[in-house]
């Protein structure tokens, strides 16, 4: 009933919202009260068509409704028809994991819901004459909103006052910046790179141009996973599709050749499909990436893309720009330095006084700017040239007194640059950014200057202080072996000056990136040089791809409008809230307070979860070797499988589940490399193998010597329990006083299940033959699991080997 109110409640929307006539107010007065009234009730607000999170109903469905939940109630329906009930210990460790699951990742959910709240932007909007600033979902069709730079387009919109220039490559891939004038259409999803305007909205809600694209997204859906849980995909549909087969074939095997009965075959079947599910493991994962969540939000840190967190783990590369990062966003100018004896003192602050007063300033520079130079503006601006990225600089037209530029003397000079370079880099090198006051003779055209048009009256050096933190924080990545690169649109000296007060190794290496014209110079700078500077916004986002071209996890930080296309393309992209609104949006990660200093919490929050889910997922992947070795050989040998269901849930249980959560949460901050599931088997399969190679000897006793069936099972659960404690200690490695604990407390759990309740957990006492046999292979299991592990560690150390000469071979060609 209630979906059918909902749907009801839509379509009366959608027909009065057709009904609603558009209007044309104006910029000046906005919508009043009642017109702002009729479009909410009429379902013309810009409410979003999907929430950042998955809803609770989702998490509880996706956390029940799986593949291997499936199996498992009809595994139990196997043994339920067959009366053997207490081998359903296992469902109840899958209800347990399932519930634990939801609980985290709900809790992760309200944690993130609520700092996006706090991070959402507001609006200025024109209501009943007064601006004021909304929600973006309380918009409105037809509201007249106002854009300024580092805004991104709520909504789609026509410009109605003013001239901007938006870049629309967040949603149809053209990346160089678009002229907006009035009439002009906004796209929702776009960002303004420079000017103001005022716009009206046009579409709004779902019928917006970036809410139809997600939508048609939605239809095809392929969800861009890490390579973690890619890998824990495949090995899932790997699983899932041998199963079938397997459990036939053993099944038939143990009820049709070995004649062991219909009660027993399905036991024995039951129990190796159970140890080739790995029945924690991707409810483990989940649980452990919700945790990290949530410790990144206690740090005031905001995750958007619960993925990013395992690039974190990886990261060998870390971009910054210099100002908002290294430096604070705060900048202080100094005096104007006079360049033309005809310009005295005073008349160039009235010109950088009427400059900053001509339009509101758009970045912090120009806020800088106009704090300290814009007294009592009087001219009259005939044209104003906005701040670019690309261009940098800003020019205004005065009626009756000329032209003007402000902005970065290399891109104003151009081929006249040596005029004023020596000026410049006098500055440079005491770690100021220099911008450049000329007077122009004519109407400056962005991408056009005459240079012959361009007179320099002064040069305005400005400082930023260094970050307190931001010396130990590039001191921690050094230690970590994370390479910084300074990436800026300043003056390469003034940041390579800047790095080096900061203590960033190799500061001294850096280069103008006007230099660098073409791919293969962008491909050999990466390699070479920390420092660039005067980076346009598209440089910066080939610099990103030609790291990752050479092999590197690079994440990046920044908070500009200038910093939008980097961000998107990094492997992990880390806003700061203070920045552009459209930084943030397209960013994983928000640093909610604008600290930079919380970065090494943040790799090291990374590096701690992926380092303990490989660690747990070798523990898994133990049982799962076996099981599967097990089954095949079982196949096609006369023996029966060594293990029952209830067996196997004691050994997975208190040998891999219940330490692996622990371990899971555990301080672990190496740096990852290698491929997930390269890492896992390595470290699993010493103790398959030796699992399998002890079980057969088990088998091969068994048939020698006539032992009763009831002692396989307790003599093979006894010795898997033996290598399960050995593979925990070297999962647990390096051994502190806490997990001497969690494996102590193991074996007491194990020994408790195997001597007072063992009548429960249906295991037998050993005979005096068996006995001895248990005691010899338990002391052989050691020697056993040495010499494995000293040959994956000869073949670990050849490949490596292998990788690094060809690496070399590479490099010198």
């Known amino acids: 009933m209630k979906s059918r109110k909902k749907t009801g409640t839509v379509s009366i929307q959608k027909a009065l919202g057709s009904k609603v006539p558009v209007c044309s107010p104006s910029p000046a007065v906005g919508l009043d009260d009642n017109a702002?009234?009729?479009?909410?009730?009429?379902?013309?607000?810009?409410?979003?068509?999907?929430?950042?999170?998955?809803?609770?109903?989702?998490?509880?469905?996706?956390?029940?409704?799986?593949?291997?939940?499936?199996?498992?109630?009809?595994?139990?329906?196997?043994?339920?028809?067959?009366?053997?009930?207490?081998?359903?210990?296992f469902l109840g460790v899958a209800v347990a994991n399932t519930a634990i699951g939801i609980f985290q990742e709900i809790r992760s959910k309200r944690t993130i819901d609520r700092l996006t709240l706090m991070n959402a932007r507001k609006v200025p909007v024109i209501r009943n004459g007064k601006r004021v600033q909304i929600p973006s979902d309380k918009l409105v069709r037809d509201d007249i909103v106002e854009f300024a730079p580092g805004d991104q387009i709520c909504a789609d919109a026509v410009v109605r006052l003013g001239n901007l220039q938006v870049n629309e490559s967040l949603i149809t891939g053209?990346?160089?910046?678009?002229?907006?004038?009035?009439?002009?259409?906004?796209?929702?999803?776009?960002?303004?790179?420079?000017?103001?305007?005022?716009?009206?909205?046009?579409?709004?809600?779902?019928?917006?141009?970036?809410?139809?694209?997600?939508?048609?997204?939605k239809k095809d859906v392929k969800v861009g996973n890490s390579e973690m849980m890619r890998a824990l995909d495949r090995v899932i549909r790997v699983i899932g599709i041998l199963m079938v087969p397997l459990g036939i074939g053993l099944f038939l095997k143990e009820y049709l050749v070995l004649e062991l009965g219909l009660q027993d075959s399905v036991r024995a079947t039951v129990a190796a499909l159970i140890g080739m599910i790995p029945e924690g493991l991707y409810l483990l994962t989940s649980v452990a990436l919700a945790v990290s969540v949530l410790r990144l939000a206690q740090k005031k840190v905001l995750t958007q893309d619960m993925n990013c967190i395992e690039n974190l783990a990886r990261v060998d590369v870390l971009c910054v720009d210099k100002t908002g990062t290294i430096t604070e966003s705060v900048m202080e100018p100094a005096e104007p330095v006079l360049l033309d004896d005809s310009t005295s003192y005073t008349e160039v602050c009235t010109i950088l006084s009427e400059i900053y007063g001509a339009s509101p300033p758009d970045n912090d520079t120009g806020r800088a700017m106009a704090e300290k130079f814009c007294m009592n503006p009087q001219w009259r601006a005939a044209k104003v040239i906005p701040f670019s990225s690309d261009t940098k600089w800003t020019g205004v037209i005065f009626e009756g007194h000329g032209g003007y530029l402000v902005g970065a003397p290399e891109f104003i000079m151009g081929a006249r640059y040596n005029e004023v370079g020596p000026h410049v880099l006098d500055w440079s090198q005491r770690g100021y950014r220099v911008l450049l006051?000329?007077?122009?003779?004519?109407?400056?055209?962005?991408?056009?200057?005459?240079?012959?048009?361009?007179?320099?009256?002064?040069?305005?050096?400005?400082?930023?202080?260094?970050?307190?933190?931001?010396?130990?924080?590039?001191?921690?990545?050094?230690?970590?072996?994370v390479a910084i690169r300074v990436i800026s649109g300043d003056n390469p000296s003034t940041v390579s000056e800047v790095a080096r007060q900061a203590g960033i190794a190799d500061a001294d290496l850096y280069v103008d990136a006007t230099t660098l014209?073409?791919?293969?110079?962008?491909?050999?700078?990466?390699?070479?040089?920390?420092?660039?500077?005067?980076?346009?916004?598209?440089?910066?986002?080939?610099?990103?791809?030609?790291?990752?071209?050479?092999?590197?996890t690079v994440a990046m930080t920044g908070d500009g409008v200038n910093d939008v296309l980097a961000l998107k393309d990094a492997d992990c992209g880390i806003a700061m809230a203070s920045g552009a609104e459209a930084a943030c949006q397209v960013a994983q990660l928000v640093l909610m307070d604008s600290d930079f200093s919380h970065m090494p919490d943040v790799v090291n929050e990374g590096r701690r979860v992926i380092n303990n889910i490989q660690r747990a997922a070798a523990l898994f992947f133990v049982k799962n070797i076996f099981s599967f070795l097990i089954t095949v050989i079982s196949l096609?040998?006369?023996?029966?499988?060594?293990?029952?269901?209830?067996?196997?849930?004691?050994?997975?249980?208190?040998?891999?589940?219940?330490?692996?959560?622990?371990?899971?949460?555990?301080?672990?901050?190496?740096?990852?490399?290698?491929?997930?599931?390269?890492?896992?088997?390595?470290?699993?399969?010493?103790?398959?193998?030796?699992?399998?190679?002890?079980?057969?000897?088990?088998?091969?006793?068994?048939?020698?010597?006539?032992?009763?069936?009831?002692?396989?099972?307790?003599?093979?659960?006894?010795?898997?329990?033996?290598?399960?404690?050995?593979?925990?200690?070297?999962?647990?490695?390096?051994?502190?006083?806490?997990?001497?604990?969690?494996?102590?407390?193991?074996?007491?759990?194990?020994?408790?299940?195997?001597?007072?309740?063992?009548?429960?957990?249906?295991?037998?006492?050993?005979?005096?033959?068996?006995?001895?046999?248990?005691?010899?292979?338990?002391?052989?299991?050691?020697?056993?699991?040495?010499?494995?592990?000293?040959?994956?560690?000869?073949?670990?150390?050849?490949?490596?080997?292998?990788?690094?000469?060809?690496?070399?071979?590479?490099?010198?060609?």
């Not at 299940?753 to 010899?776: K, N």
């Not at 020697?783 to 292998?802: N, P, Y």
């Open 437 to 481: 006051l000329a007077a122009y003779d004519g109407i400056p055209e962005p991408g056009n200057l005459m240079k012959e048009a361009i007179t320099p009256l002064a040069l305005i050096p400005l400082t930023n202080r260094i970050r307190p933190e931001a010396p130990e924080t590039f001191r921690y990545f050094a230690r970590q072996g």
């Open 517 to 552: 014209k073409t791919e293969e110079d962008i491909q050999e700078a990466v390699e070479y040089y920390a420092v660039f500077g005067r980076v346009t916004p598209d440089q910066k986002r080939k610099l990103i791809r030609a790291m990752q071209a050479a092999g590197h």
């Open 36 to 89: 702002v009234h009729l479009r909410t009730v009429s379902g013309l607000r810009n409410v979003a068509v999907e929430s950042p999170t998955k809803t609770e109903k989702q998490i509880i469905r996706e956390n029940c409704l799986t593949f291997f939940n499936l199996i498992f109630i009809i595994l139990a329906l196997c043994l339920l028809l067959v009366g053997s009930f207490g081998d359903m210990l």
């Open 174 to 217: 053209e990346e160089d910046a678009i002229s907006k004038r009035p009439g002009d259409v906004l796209l929702s999803g776009s960002f303004v790179v420079s000017g103001r305007c005022k716009a009206q909205l046009t579409r709004v809600g779902a019928e917006s141009y970036a809410s139809v694209l997600t939508l048609e997204a």
């Open 636 to 813: 096609f040998v006369d023996m029966p499988y060594p293990l029952l269901p209830l067996h196997l849930s004691v050994i997975s249980g208190l040998t891999i589940g219940i330490p692996a959560f622990f371990l899971a949460l555990e301080p672990n901050h190496d740096r990852i490399k290698g491929k997930f599931i390269t890492n896992v088997l390595l470290k699993a399969l010493p103790g398959g193998l030796t699992d399998v190679t002890l079980i057969l000897l088990i088998e091969g006793f068994f048939a020698v010597f006539q032992f009763p069936q009831e002692q396989l099972y307790t003599m093979s659960t006894v010795v898997m329990a033996v290598i399960g404690l050995r593979v925990l200690y070297q999962a647990a490695e390096p051994v502190d006083w806490k997990r001497a604990l969690l494996i102590a407390l193991t074996a007491l759990a194990l020994i408790v299940c195997f001597v007072p309740l063992r009548d429960i957990f249906d295991f037998t006492v050993p005979t005096m033959e068996t006995g001895l046999v248990l005691l010899v292979l338990i002391l052989v299991s050691f020697q056993i699991m040495r010499c494995v592990l000293m040959l994956f560690e000869k073949a670990g150390q050849l490949i490596q080997t292998i990788r690094e000469k060809r690496q070399k071979s590479i490099w010198y060609s």
